[in-house]
């Protein structure tokens, strides 16, 4: 089986427990920005929400806060410690961040977190693990960089000569 084949399977499979579960259907957000835009419609459903985990867990007691970014925009998601298990990486500098889908109530204005826009999370999946960061130099910008360098000594040549030139 190809392994799009298995995370569409295991989508369905999570998609499939959530509206068993909670009895009530989900809406897919197809991203933050129609969350962040369309907020007074989604205020207080079910939302499945895809994206990597960046930034830092910052846990508060039993449960913690994910930054979970879609490409466009981080929405914060509050997380039970439960949930949190498979969660191994969060993006940064050096790393890619775990992608996950995560199924929970959205809030326009979350009155447990003052005001706040938010997902309560009620279940985590992560669909593809985060991993290393491999560091690549650009060789234009090496070229560039030793292209520069070879112009500033080239300069600092010739105001030496000129200086010596002027003293004489």
């Known amino acids: 089986m190809h392994p799009g084949e298995v995370m569409r399977y295991a989508l369905l499979a999570f998609m499939a427990a959530v509206l068993l579960t909670t009895g009530r259907t989900a809406c ?16 207080g459903a079910h939302v499945v929400y895809a994206g990597e985990v960046i930034g830092e867990v910052l846990r508060r007691g039993d449960h913690a806060w994910l930054n979970i970014h879609d490409g466009t925009n981080a929405i914060g998601v509050w997380v039970g410690q439960e949930l949190l298990k498979d969660v191994t990486f969060t993006g940064g500098y050096k790393t890619q961040g775990d992608i ?38 650009d060789n234009r910008k090496i070229f560039a960089l030793l292209v520069s360098l070879g112009v500033l000594v080239c300069l600092l040549i010739l105001r030496i000569f000129l200086m010596r030139r002027k003293r004489s």
């Open 100 to 137: 996950v889908h995560v199924h929970g109530i959205f809030h326009r204005a979350c009155p447990e977190h003052g005001g706040a826009l938010d997902i309560h999370a009620q279940d985590l999946l992560v669909v593809e693990p985060g991993r290393l960061a491999e560091e690549r130099l």
């Open 28 to 43: 897919e957000a197809s991203s933050s920005k129609e969350l962040i835009e369309e907020a007074h419609l989604f205020d």
